[in-house]
């Protein structure tokens, strides 16, 4: 069964610390996304990686900084955590297109609920 | 640029009623599209998607969605409600060469008993 892995379901950090967020897939997909989720805004695209050490901003990149390193592990960065970095984090996999251009479904993990106090 | 629009962010249905959660996207190219449900507390998992071919496409838990090319539409149904499918509902479209997705706001569907 395919698997995707956040490594904290809750997590609750101080204003300014440096927080890690980990994701490990176990599908040996190529592209890894990482999201935030708030409520009525559905999910923004922080940052998405479509090999080892590439990777391109999303939508709301500002604040976060990410690494992928090896092909199954993607990890998201808060530099200097704020209380507007409070949120539902949520990291996915996919495949990349096909030989016919097509695209395939992406994989979430449960997500990880920050609390920046 | 592509976008996805749902309408209503909240429907609510009795048990045993059908259920319709809209979709509509916007793209200049062909799209492929997707639903998403998301359970309290857990991720997003794939309910069906359409890609090429077939416009009615039947996906898990007894969820169809058609795409209509002519209302760049691609609505969700399921005739008869269950208890168990009160979730949150993500309509999703990609067309860029990255893969990535965009991601419609989301519908949450509540069944009354």
């Known amino acids: 069964d395919v698997k995707v892995t956040q490594s904290s379901r809750y997590l609750v950090k101080r204003t300014g610390e440096k927080v890690f967020l980990e994701c490990v897939q176990d599908m040996d997909h190529e592209n890894m996304f990482w999201y935030r989720q708030d409520p009525g805004l559905g999910l923004r695209l922080i940052y998405f990686?479509?090999?080892?050490?590439?990777?391109e901003k999303g939508d709301i990149p500002e604040g976060y900084s990410v690494s992928r390193e090896k092909k199954e592990r993607f990890s998201l960065i808060l530099e200097s955590a704020s209380t507007n970095q409070t949120s539902m984090y949520l990291c996915?996999?996919?495949?990349?297109?096909?030989?016919?251009?097509?695209?395939?479904?992406?994989?979430f993990g449960p997500g990880t609920r920050l609390t920046v106090t | 640029a592509q976008s996805v629009t749902q309408l209503g962010s909240h429907v609510s249905v009795s048990e045993g009623a059908l259920v319709l959660l809209r979709c509509n996207y916007s793209?200049?190219?062909?799209?492929?599209l997707f639903w998403y449900v998301q359970y309290p507390n857990q991720g997003l998992q794939l309910l069906l998607k359409?890609?090429?071919?077939?416009?009615l496409v039947k996906g898990i838990n007894g969820f169809e969605a058609e795409f209509k090319k002519s209302e760049t539409s691609f609505h969700l149904t399921k005739p008869s409600a269950h208890m168990s499918d009160a979730a949150e509902y993500f309509c999703a479209v990609s067309v860029t060469n990255a893969g990535k997705s965009t991601f419609g706001d989301g519908t949450t569907l509540t069944v009354k008993p």
């Open positions: 990686s479509y090999d080892v050490k590439m990777k």
């Open positions: 996915a996999s996919s495949r990349p297109r096909d030989g016919t251009g097509g695209f395939y479904e992406q994989y």
């Open positions: 359409y890609t090429t071919g077939a416009t």
């Open positions: 793209s200049s190219v062909p799209p492929y």
